[in-house]
């Protein structure tokens, strides 16, 4: 599929959709990564204890609140990191 300019066919520029994957190809690919999360070492037991958990609830739920705990620990760990530095730095006194 082209998607043509304002001069006819001169000047097409290719477009192309994105090819989506059937749903249990994405299914798979997505147990697949999860799988390896589960099974790397160097992944937090802490993150893998909320993996499984989440897998076993309603999976709109366990989103839901997983990007709701974005939200709570991003602005956190920022506000943290910044107190960190700045309590770190020399007062001017």
């Known amino acids: 599929m082209a998607i043509a300019g304002s001069g006819g066919t001169r000047g097409m520029m290719p477009f192309t959709l994105p090819v989506r994957d059937e749903p249990e190809v994405a299914l798979a690919r997505v147990n697949a990564r999860i799988a390896w999360v589960l099974s790397h070492e160097g992944m937090s037991d802490w993150l893998k204890q909320a993996l499984r958990g989440a897998m076993a609830r309603d999976p709109v739920e366990a989103a839901?609140?997983?990007?709701?705990?974005r939200h709570l620990l991003v602005p956190f760990?920022?506000?943290?990191?910044?107190?960190?530095?700045?309590?770190?730095?020399?007062?001017?006194?």
């Open 64 to 69: 839901n609140d997983a990007e709701l705990l």
């Open 77 to 93: 760990a920022i506000a943290e990191a910044t107190n960190a530095v700045t309590s770190s730095m020399p007062s001017d006194d």
